[in-house]
């Protein structure tokens, strides 16, 4: 009943190689692409199988859906010594 080709993940040093996402981080050990690019690349630290161009690196922690949630600190608002 799936229609579409969810849980699937494309490699992001070569977009023909595609494959489910649980079998994305061993193929990024073995990827020839990987070996060769992989100084273009960082693995996000709060997920192995993100792997990220190093421009873009910095907006991936920003927006990496898995990355802790950090709670808004209310300044001020509740300042035990105000
Ligand atoms: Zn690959
Ligand atoms: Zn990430």
Request: glycine share 4%.
């Amino acid at each position: 009943m799936q229609s579409k080709k969810e849980g699937y993940a494309t490699c992001v040093y070569n977009e023909e190689h595609t494959m489910p996402e649980s079998t994305l981080l061993w193929h990024y050990q073995r990827c020839p692409d990987s070996q060769r690019m992989k100084h273009l690349f960082k693995v996000c630290p709060y997920n192995t199988i993100h792997h990220i161009r190093y421009y873009e690196f910095e907006k991936h922690l920003q927006s990496c859906p898995d990355a802790p949630k950090i709670p808004q600190l209310n300044v001020g608002n509740d300042d035990p010594w105000g």
